[in-house]
């Protein structure tokens, strides 16, 4: 399971299935607060947008 944490600019990704709460991934790109993120119907893609309305689809590496 993925979760999500926004701090202001940064948008942090964890995967909460493990025993400690780990890390995956910090998104950085925003110039102003983030206020919402989602995924696409198959979780290849995230959306994340700011208060400048900037909108920033990021894509989901699944190599690992």
Do not use: M, P
């Not at 993925?2 to 890390?23: A, N, Q």
């Not at 998104?27 to 995230?46: I, K, P, R, T």
Request: charged fraction near 25%; glycine fraction near 4%.
């Amino acid at each position: 399971t993925i979760r999500f944490s926004i701090d202001s600019t940064l948008v942090y990704v964890y995967d909460i299935d493990r025993e400690i709460r780990t890390l995956i991934n910090k998104l950085q790109g925003h110039c102003s607060a983030v206020f919402d993120v989602s995924f696409n119907a198959d979780e290849s893609l995230l959306a994340s947008c700011d208060q400048q309305g900037l909108v920033i689809v990021w894509q989901r590496d699944n190599s690992r």
